[in-house]
Nanobody, 115 residues
Framework: QVQLVESGGGLVQAGGSLRLSCAASGSIFSDNSMGWYRQAPGKQRDLVATILSGGSTNYADSVKGRFTISRDNAKNTVSLQMNRVQPEDTAVYFC?????????WGQGTQVTVSS
């Protein structure tokens, strides 16, 4: 089993910055994908960004150039630096680990961007 604990959500003004962090524990494989997804009220959960163990990244078009995902393989952590946030970035953000034999989710952290 894998446990994920997110931190760093909150209220931020449009144009500001916020950093989300996620700590993974349990049966973490060295080869996996870690990432962030978000879900706004009444909408489906969507990809924000993912990063593979080797460092390859993938971003949603809506956040390219504003958000940066990073990971620390030694500590099993993944972070999301959110810059120039916009009201449409308001959502619950979920940490994710995808690896052989499992797809795991954190409990989510609320990000609210005021205009």
């Amino acid at each position: 089993q894998v446990q994920l604990v997110e931190s760093g959500g909150g209220l931020v003004q449009a144009g500001g910055s916020l950093r989300l962090s996620c700590a993974a524990s349990g049966s973490i494989f060295s080869d996996n994908s870690m990432g962030w997804y978000r879900q706004a009220p009444g909408k489906q959960r969507d990809l924000v960004a993912t990063i593979l163990s080797g460092g390859s990244t993938n971003y949603a078009d809506s956040v390219k150039g504003r958000f940066t995902i990073s990971r620390d393989n030694a500590k099993n952590t993944v972070s999301l630096q959110m810059n120039r946030v916009q009201p449409e970035d308001t959502a619950v953000y979920f940490c994710n680990v995808y690896q052989l034999r499992g797809n795991y989710w954190g409990q989510g952290t609320q990000v609210t961007v005021s205009s």
